[in-house]
């Protein structure tokens, strides 16, 4: 459920034009904000998943969790079963699940006291609610996880499922992440002075370019399957791609501040390399966490210089498409997974000419990868990093 499209192949055609997601803010007044555009969620229908009465208790997170959740398993060719699945769990990560619905709940209890606040809305404004409502329409009753680490949270789903079902905590997990912008998280980032002043022409969110200045704020839900080889054997489905390696660490970042050490981010990177026991040399392509903003870019464009020296590895980054959120690096690996069973690199959206501090190998239009070893990297404001190496099937 992305800015390019509610379903796989309209989010992977779009993203192989180059086309982009931001647009004007229409549904809430930006007319005093630096920023007035954002990357939403275009096309989603909630009616396909659940009838009216049931989606008047599930917020705008929860009923995208429910559609991304519901076509992964589709998907994989795992239909819902009256008796439920115990060896079938959910993983999701979010920046913003329990926001929306707990700034709303707020603002009626405040405007008309304890029995103006719809008690509706209540159980949404957990953090956890959006999994939850998974597992129990679906009924998904292996682990049920969520992971909030800011803007890598989308991917840090995806490493705590792999790790999940290699230790044999489940055979099979939906993991990914899922976002929505509530108008007044927007105005508290707009108001640092931390999006990029969109206006007129101006293309956005610009990774690794000359001209970059901040990021866009975007949202989207990207759940997809992980089995260990055997069961996906045994059920005879094909495998798309396979979870070679993970790698995560910290960096000494204040709280809302993108990392800075560079140092940080190559162990990220350099773990999930040791993990699957691939050398830096024998991996095609990076989908990098760039998201426009001057400090990140930089950073990580050292940080990829420190792992793979200074050969011309293709790096891409699809942030200019659809934003910055909480399950962009989710976005980021199902970008690759995708794109790469097209035989094409999605190209980086918004970039014209590089940055003299990010001196890489940027795709700028759609091209053949040079093979199926894909660095996906998700970085967090506050510095939290996670790296998730893929091997992409071949057919």
Known sequence: MSPLGSDRDAFTTRLLA??????PIADFDVSTCQSTHAARIRDFDPTKYLPPLKLRRVDIVGRVALGATRDALDHAGLPATPGGADHVGVVLGSFSAGVHSTGEYLESFMKGGPTGAPAILF?????????AVCGLEYGLRGPNVTLMHKEASGLSALVFGAHLVRRGKATTMVAGGVDDIYDRFYRVHDWFGVMSPVNGGDPGCRPFDA???GFVM???????VLEDADTAAARGVPVLAEVLGTGASGSSSPINAWPTDGVALARAMR???DQAGVPA?????????ANGTAALDRCEAAALR?????????VTSIKGAIGEFGSAGAASAAAAILCGHRDAIAPTA??????????LHVVARPTPPPGPTVLVNSFASGGTNFSVLLRIATS
């Open 218 to 224: 975007g949202e989207g839900g990207f759940m997809c």
């Open 306 to 314: 420190d792992v793979f020296g200074d050969r011309p590895l293709p």
């Open 211 to 213: 001209d970059r200045n």
């Open 123 to 131: 159980s949404s404004t957990v953090g956890n609610a959006p999994a």
């Open 271 to 273: 773990l999930a390399l």
């Open 18 to 23: 180059g086309e982009t997601g931001i647009r």
């Open 281 to 289: 040399d024998a991996v095609d392509l990076v989908y990098a966490s």
């Open 350 to 359: 918004g970039f014209s000419r590089a940055a003299d501090d990010c001196p």
